[in-house]
Nanobody, 116 residues
Framework: QVQLVESGGGLVQPGGSLRLSCAAS????????MGWYRQAPGKQRELVAS???????NYADSIKGRFTISRDNAKNTVYLQMSSLKSEDTAVYYC??????????WGQGTQVTVSS
């Protein structure tokens, strides 16, 4: 079973930037499209960015133009570069495969808090 470990979250002021990382164990990472999800208090978990095995990306409208997803298959790691952060970006961020049918066990997530 693949294990996912997210990191890089923290407290940042509005307009600031953060880079999240998600490291996956095992050797099958490169075979899957990956996604970054977030869950704000009282809300459902949502997919905000995804990247295919070939590197094509897709973004939710709420973060388009501000966030960039990338992956390094040699390091079994997917990244989310976040800029121009807003208070509504506050959430716990998780990574997983980009399709629910192939989800691995969820990691602990990383908290992102955008506040002045």
């Amino acid at each position: 079973q693949v294990q996912l470990v997210e990191s890089g979250g923290g407290l940042v002021q509005p307009g600031g930037s953060l880079r999240l990382s998600c490291a996956a164990s095992g050797s099958i990472f490169s075979m899957y499209g990956m996604g970054w999800y977030r869950q704000a208090p009282g809300k459902q978990r949502e997919l905000v960015a995804s990247i295919t095995t070939g590197g094509s990306t897709n973004y939710a409208d709420s973060i388009k133009g501000r966030f960039t997803i990338s992956r390094d298959n040699a390091k079994n790691t997917v990244y989310l570069q976040m800029s121009s952060l807003k208070s509504e970006d506050t959430a716990v961020y998780y990574c997983n495969t980009d399709k629910w049918r192939t989800w691995w066990a969820w990691g602990q997530g990383t908290q992102v808090t955008v506040s002045s």
